[in-house]
């Protein structure tokens, strides 16, 4: 029955390789836990049999460590839908798991790093005047500036970048395919254009990175990967620790809002605001200009 379903996920499901093994571990888990209780077959098995395992999965027991609550969530995901697969093909009459629901993962709120911290970051790019530091200046600045997510950032392309005089943008393409435009500050749209002049036509030179705006060190498009590593070295050159992509994400909404900023200007800068605010948002551009340059750090 197990062999079964781990197939059912394989094929029908699609599931990547690493799941599947980490599936396969935690119900074989389960499969011994139900044995340990005396259950020879899935009709056996009850609700209480379940809610132990999850019990087991928390506190952990004389062979298994406790299990962090994503861990522990995920192979309750797994039990549920080895009980739904069974009661499907007619192995069991019932589904024992049913009611049974995983514990919470509770995410710690991001910190806001101060505006010197992340000056100091800013300013850790990398070595004066080499063209990976310009690189890594114009993304700092970018996530930043533009309180993008790193996925939307090496995803800009060099037509994504309005640089103009007191009115530069990036457009940035959220993860439901909208697009939207942010105001850049001024010493984003320096670094940016410091980069496009100085380096990126040099490293472009090594490779093809076709118009993605930030390049690798030889000349394809910056992944998000590399864009975490470039953060990364900054932070550790700054001596900051706790940096992320998302830190900055959550630093740069903070700081609009302690400067002024309403919380559905800082809400539609992000991304987050439902499709008619967007509508909204596109129709007062100017106003969110007017709120984001006299809200932001970088703002001038």
């Not at 077959?41 to 395992?53: L, Y």
């Amino acid at each position: 029955m197990l062999s079964s379903y781990l197939v059912h996920l394989a094929v029908e499901r699609g599931l990547a390789a690493n799941t599947l093994a980490s599936y396969r571990r935690d119900l074989l888990r389960y499969v011994g836990h139900l044995r340990d209780r005396g259950r020879v077959t899935f009709g056996e098995v009850a609700e209480a049999d379940v809610t132990a395992f999850l019990t087991a999965l928390s506190e952990g027991d004389g062979e298994h460590r406790a299990l962090a609550a994503g861990s522990a969530a995920r192979a309750v995901s797994a039990v549920r839908g080895l009980h739904r697969f069974a009661l499907r093909e007619g192995v069991s009459g019932h589904d024992p798991a049913g009611r049974v629901r995983p514990p919470r993962r509770l995410r710690p709120r991001p910190r806001a790093m101060d505006v010197g911290e992340v000056e100091r970051l800013i300013a850790a790019s990398g070595p004066a005047g080499a063209p990976l530091t310009l690189r890594n200046r114009a993304l700092l600045e970018l996530l930043y500036g533009t309180g993008a997510r790193i996925s939307e950032a090496v995803g800009l392309t060099v037509d994504d970048v309005d640089l103009v005089p007191d009115a530069s943008q990036a457009r940035l393409r959220g993860k439901d395919g909208r697009t939207r435009a942010v105001p850049l500050g001024r010493p984003g749209a320096d670094a940016v254009e410091a980069y496009l002049t100085a380096a990126r036509p040099g490293i472009a030179a090594h490779g093809r990175g076709g118009r993605s705006l930030l390049l690798n060190a030889r000349g394809g498009g910056l992944t998000r990967q590399g864009a975490w590593e470039v953060l990364q070295a900054a932070a550790e050159r700054a001596g900051l620790a706790g940096v992320s992509p998302h830190v900055l994400r959550h630093s740069f909404a903070a700081h609009l809002l302690a400067g002024g900023a309403d919380a559905g200007t800082v809400h539609e800068l992000l991304g987050h605001a439902p499709a008619a605010a967007r509508t909204r948002a596109l129709a007062a551009a100017e106003r969110l200009r007017e709120v984001y340059t006299a809200a932001h750090p970088r703002a001038r």
